[in-house]
């Protein structure tokens, strides 16, 4: 699988470990999953191992990849790099001691920034201080609807450089979204067989949000059967705020 991304946001990615399970609504119909299937079936050496069906899938199992730590030292120029596109770097079932090796090889390649995001912000939250946090690493989490806004408050005390929101796939209105603290919000709607319609109106909320609090912001797609089907233009124009250049 190549590490090159099709995602607009970023560059390439990077997964020291892979798998995962379901904690909110906005992982039901999880591209990773999807993708991981295709791998196993593809026999694809890092989708073998198979988690519980109930929550996380087929291939889809939680496993640790010490043998991929040293791949950001193959790429030569400076690249924006998504963490675990595949997992989740804060899953309880990854130790701390492995959080902070994959770390160690972010504050050893300042040349690169490292995009790191999660779903589990109260572990997020609880490790935070237990970790060296160099400037090239970003941590951002999900905020799929109102009922997800208490990981923004974990996320504020994080010391990292930029803190960020991934609202995708955006679900619902985000009423009372605080952004004091947070420096780029994503926004994006659900791709894919069964997707979840967004609505205009939530997006531009948070867009208007963004505005007032002068926060980056970034519109990447309205989603639909195929991540561009919808394009990517909100009110005529497309939305490509970043918080910082993309390299230190």
């Known amino acids: 699988m190549s590490d090159r991304s099709s995602i607009e946001w970023t560059e390439a990615t990077w997964n020291p470990t892979t798998g995962c399970d379901r904690v ?19 026999g694809a050496a890092k989708y073998q191992e198979d988690g519980d069906p109930r929550t996380s899938g087929p291939g889809f199992g939680l496993t640790l990849h010490p043998d991929a730590l040293s791949v950001p030292y193959g790429w030569r120029a400076p690249r924006t790099v998504f963490v675990n596109s595949m997992s989740d770097l804060f899953h309880a079932k990854v130790p701390l001691d492995f959080v902070r090796r994959v770390f160690a090889v972010m504050a050893d390649t300042p040349q690169h920034t490292y995009q790191v995001l999660t779903k589990r912000a109260r572990r997020l ?69 069964g997707h979840r319609p967004m609505e205009e109106e939530w997006a531009l909320d948070v867009r208007d949000a963004c505005l007032r609090e002068e926060v980056a912001f970034f519109f990447k797609q309205w989603g639909g059967h195929t991540p561009k089907a919808g394009g990517r233009l909100l009110e005529g124009r497309t939305w490509d705020q970043m918080p910082l250049p993309l390299t230190v």
């Not at 909110?24 to 295709?38: F, P």
């Not at 490790?127 to 974990?154: C, T």
């Not at 996320?155 to 004091?180: K, N, T, Y």
């Open 24 to 42: 909110s609504a906005g992982c039901d119909n999880c591209y990773a999953l999807a993708l991981a299937k295709r791998l196993k079936a593809m």
């Open 125 to 193: 939250r609880r490790v935070a201080d237990r970790l060296d946090w160099p400037p090239n690493v970003w941590v951002g989490v999900s905020v799929e609807s109102a009922a997800e806004l208490d990981r923004v408050d974990d996320l504020r005390a994080v010391p990292a450089a930029v803190r960020f929101l991934s609202c995708e796939p955006l679900l619902g209105p985000l009423d009372g979204l605080d952004l004091e603290g947070i420096d780029w919000v994503i926004v994006g709607g659900e791709s894919g067989p």
